[in-house]
Every structure is written in C-alpha cells, then in structure tokens.
C-alpha cells in the first residue's frame, strides 16, 4: 500500500515479506456473492452502508499491516443465524494461517498469549467469552500497536509492536471494569441486527464464498485500505 494506493511490485529480498496470500490479484473485481450477503446481514439498519464500508477498510487494514495505525478493534454483536461466523470464516481465509490468532480480551495479560501475537496479522473468535475483561491496559496497548513484552514457556521475555486487527462475534457485551474513554473509544460494535431467512441460509456458506470469490473479496479490501488511508480514520 503505496501513498497513492495499492502498487504492485516484483517480489523482492528487500520487502522482507515473510507470508504470502496463494491468489492471482487483480484490482476492480467484484465479489458479487460476498456483496449480497452483506446486503442480507444488514438489509434492516439504517446504517448497511456505514457497516459495509467500515468492515471493508478494517479488513484492509488488517491485510496491508496498517491497522493498529487506526487504534480499533471491532466487536459483532447480535444473536443466531446472522452472518457473524461466516464472516469471520471468510476474513480468516485471506490470511496465511500461521498468521490468524484466537485470542479473546480477556487473556490478553498473559505474556504467553501475548507472545502469540507477535507474529499476527488477524485475531478473531466466532464467539466472544462473557468473563469479565480485566487487563483493560494491556488490551489497549495491543490495539494501538504499543511495544510490550511477552514470552514461550520456557523462553526469556522478548519485545515487540503488535500489529494484528481484533474482531470477534459476541452474542453479550462482556462486562468490563475500566469506563474511561480511552478504553471505549477503541472498540467499533457492529450490530447483526438481521437474521439471514431460512430460504437463504446455506450450510457453510463461507466455503462457497471462499472457492468461488476469496481473490475478489480481498482486492474488495484491498480497496478499502486505499480509501481508509486517503480518509485518515474509518
């Protein structure tokens, strides 16, 4: 992601890229299917189309590294039979696996959970434990990209920025100690408001989506971090 949008480049030692997506990327496609399911998901909201381009700009955040820069993670919250599961099944897909992470808030103190992140691009959970949040501070500065610490069992303690997106399905809001600003304003709750009818819930739809549209899907994204970045905030 260049300063004038996506630039492709030949591969190169000096990008230090150590993880790559197995897709022919060609800009301007259009993932019909993936398009109309966030249609469904949302077809009630008076804010579908806020919802659609935010999730746009947060996965391409995610799949260009630059999302801890926008200080958010993101929270679905609704319950059944609403496209949270599939759409964290799909954003999961475009992600080299070694890269994609299930760690929930709520164990984000741990130094050997930490230590995960290290090497994360994205972590999600399709549902979101109702336990307390207690490390308000350590989940703030993982959002943001702030230098921590964290250690593998039997390993000395390292430093790194975290740089992963966090979005996770939740049918409650967890309940959390810290009501300061700084710890609210980090997070983005998505309504699914919307349950899919029966006459189009499809089992394991996201398959399909993933066969059929994952290359479209992601240069869909890919466009949502250029304008993310010509924005300046979501």
Partial sequence: LGPTGVELQPLSPEHRAIDRIEIDYTPGQRPKKWLAFLDDCFK???DAEQKKLFIQEFWGACLTGVVTDYQRG??????GKNGKSTLIEVMTASFPSDTVKTIPPQEMDQEYRRAELASA??????ELPEADILASESIKGIISGDKMSGRFPYQPLFAFHPHAGHIYGANNMPSVRDNTDGFYRRWVVLGFNTAIPKAKQIQRYSKTLIKMELAAII???LEGAVRLQAQGDY
Avoid at 74 to 79: A, K, N, S, W
């Fill in 121 to 126: 691009r994205l972590n999600t959970t399709s």
């Fill in 74 to 79: 993101v929270i679905m919250l609704g319950v």
């Fill in 44 to 46: 009630d909201d008076d």
């Fill in 219 to 221: 240069a869909w994204a």
